[in-house]
């Protein structure tokens, strides 16, 4: 049998090396996801329509409200780039508005969605007992029909949340929490199949050997290792919010109907599409990007974030 | 050689059982159980390597794992330093978790793929010591030492290593806290060979200089031979024989015993195509299942009458030396009396 004496002997030498110091691990992640050409070109695009819808308005000062009807229906001039609409309001600063509704919407829905599928999914997976429990709650809710029920929410409580938080911010608590509780149940089920596979690896059972708790176990050992359902979730989520979020609006169950967003400025533009059809592609044009592009950051964010893929 | 006279136990396990449910039915009710483990005693003393040995199935990992409490026995003791974990509540659990650790078979398995090297071998360190970071990192330093990483290696990923190099990695994990027991879970049943002699001479070192307490659980009959003090001898959830080493090896007591290790392969062509084996017949019966009398009895060259009626007793058959067998204790019959009185009870 062959000595390990290799390494008592290197041990002396080692101690004259110097040792690099820790790199911050943020920055492996970095260097991985500038390597995926598509999540670069989304994460690009996203930055480039958050500054058009935020910063925008402040350049393009025009007011999306004001309504000017002598210029209805006008197509692109120079006074108004991408035309009006049947009110003559500038669709410009509709866009810009409207984006921003649309987006806010979009990442708080996504975010309040993947709180709630990742906890009850975390919760269901690794505690035996409630799994049961969580699980037929899930089932439950994915059995029940969405747009009735939204629409029953909406007519209970618009007039609270109106008067607790103004006419717009009541209706964007309300549209974030009704599409953010009705669409978790994907992600808890993906979320606890996931944990229920990781729960028995052997890495799991040494954590416990440790003594780590069963929070620290949830998030230093199953979290980081169900992060690419989660992300793929996530991106799926943003584009699932905003475009209910239009569907809503299109049913007139939304924002106040002089209130713009991507799906309201897409609804209105329906009745107009053979007059004008580039009012229908500009929104159109704004949904799909964005939900692409967040697709692709997703994408490269889900590889960046993970060892095994990362350096290759 | 170590000599158990006048060492301490460290370790006493007493009628432990780890028995899993089965359910069955429309309700899930428990209709059985797989009896994985099944009353199984035995001491580990300061200082020595115990092997655990055993074909596949027959709970050698269970019982390892169970002596951690990593899974929640059914019943009996386990005593480290003399302090009870088998029913001991969580809080406790953890203070005495720093004591015994454990190394695992799968190094693939073992470590988080999302954590470093650094993050895996300073987590007990995390867990159980109130160290600053730096600190953290000058220990996580010397243990790679230890274990013969380059110290280079600790912002690195568990898969950017070979099998030998992790299962380092999961030594020094187990190491990190200054253990006293380690359980020793088959590992170096996932690597090859010229790995394993590595691994075991470093699990041998380590214990000459940190004067560690293994137990070694391996289906591999030479290399327990190599590194164990003493054997225990597993068969369905039972314990066939307990003996030191070398009168194991020589004399082999239980007729299971015997006929494992004439299935050590031998070296030299001319004496393994003449080795005189004793080849078992059967299969072995399931542990949700097992046969009446001796669990060995359905497949015993040997059995008798009184195997297929009496589970016999572990008794101390020579000084140290313990075997379930009715071979042995039929020649006094005392025993077999007290055993038939015991059972009929």
């Not at chain 1, 009735?148 to 007039?159: A, E, S």
């Not at chain 2, 090297?117 to 243990?143: C, D, F, N, Q």
């Amino acid at each position: 049998m062959t000595d390990t004496t290799d390494q008592k002997a290197s041990a002396p030498v080692m101690e004259f090396q110097t040792y690099r110091a820790a790199r911050n691990q943020w920055w492996d992640v970095w260097d991985q996801f500038k390597t995926h050409k598509g999540a670069l070109f989304g994460l690009g695009f996203f930055i480039f329509m958050l500054l058009f819808v935020f910063v925008g308005p402040l350049i393009w000062t025009m007011d999306p409200q004001f309504i000017d009807i002598r210029a209805r229906n006008a197509g692109s001039s120079l006074a108004h780039p991408l035309g009006t609409d049947q009110l003559g309001r500038d669709t410009l600063a509709r866009m810009m508005a409207g984006g921003q509704t649309s987006i806010a919407v979009g990442l708080t829905a996504m975010l309040l969605a993947l709180f709630l599928g990742t906890l009850i999914g975390v919760l269901a997976g690794y505690f035996r007992k409630i799994d049961g429990l969580l699980m037929r709650t899930t089932d439950l809710f994915l059995a029940l029909p969405l747009l009735p029920l939204l629409l029953v929410i909406i007519m209970l409580y618009r007039d609270n949340l109106r008067a607790a938080f103004g006419p717009e911010g009541g209706i964007f608590v309300l549209i974030v929490v009704v599409i953010g509780a009705t669409s978790w149940m994907q992600t808890a089920r993906v979320v606890r199949g996931d944990v229920l596979a990781i729960k028995e690896r052997e890495f799991v059972l040494a954590a416990r050997s440790i003594g780590t708790p069963p929070h620290r176990m949830i998030t230093r050992h199953l979290l980081p290792n169900v992060m690419s359902p989660i992300m793929v979730s996530a991106t799926l989520g943003i584009a699932n919010a905003i475009i209910t979020e239009s569907a809503l609006s299109f049913l007139g169950l939304g924002f106040p109907s002089d209130f713009p967003t991507w799906g309201r400025l897409l609804f209105d533009a329906t009745d107009w599409l053979t007059q004008n059809p580039e009012r229908v592609i500009w929104p159109g044009l704004a949904i799909s990007l964005t939900v692409l592009s967040v697709n692709y950051i997703g994408d490269g964010l889900r590889d960046a974030l993970d060892p095994r893929i990362r350096g290759r | 050689m170590f000599d158990i006279r006048g060492a301490k136990k460290l370790v006493e396990v007493k009628n432990l059982k780890m028995h899993f449910p089965i359910r069955s039915g429309l309700l899930r009710r428990v209709t059985g159980a797989v009896k994985a483990v099944d009353d199984v005693s035995f001491d580990i003393y300061e200082g020595e390597t115990l092997g655990l040995v055993g074909e596949s199935g027959c709970g050698k990992s269970t019982c390892g794992r169970a002596v951690l409490r990593l899974y929640e026995p059914t019943s009996g003791s386990i005593k480290l330093d003399g302090e009870e974990i088998a029913h001991a509540p969580f809080d406790k659990l953890r203070r005495l978790r720093p004591k015994m650790q454990m190394v695992f078979q799968d190094p693939q398995a073992s470590l988080n793929p999302r954590m470093t090297v650094a993050g895996i071998i300073g987590e007990p360190l995390m867990e159980h010591s109130k160290m600053s970071a730096k600190e953290r990192t000058e220990r996580i330093y010397e243990l790679m030492d230890a274990v013969g990483l380059n110290r280079d290696f600790a912002n690195r990923y568990p898969h950017e290593f070979s099998g030998g190099q992790r299962q380092r990695i999961g030594i020094a994990r187990a190491l990190a806290l200054n253990p006293k027991f380690i359980v020793c879970d088959e590992p170096i049943a996932a690597l090859d060979v010229s790995i394993q002699a590595q691994v075991v001479n470093l699990l041998e070192d380590l214990q000459d200089r940190l004067g560690l307490t293994y137990l070694f659980i391996s289906h591999d009959l030479s290399m327990v031979r190599h590194i164990a003090d003493r054997v225990v001898v597993m068969y369905l959830g039972k314990v066939a024989e307990i003996g030191p080493r070398d009168g194991l090896y020589e004399d082999p007591l239980h007729p299971y015993t015997k006929a494992l290790l004439s299935a050590v392969p031998e070296p030299d062509p001319v004496s393994h195509d003449n080795a005189n084996r004793t080849i078992l017949q059967g299969d072995v019966p399931s542990p949700a299942n097992p046969p009446k009398g001796c669990n060995f009895s359905t497949r015993c060259p040997v059995a008798m009458d009184i195997c297929r009626r009496l589970d016999p007793e572990v008794a101390e058959v020579k000084p140290g030396r313990f075997v379930a067998c009715h071979l042995y204790s039929e020649t006094t019959s005392q025993t077999a009396a007290n055993a038939a009185q015991t059972v009929g009870a």
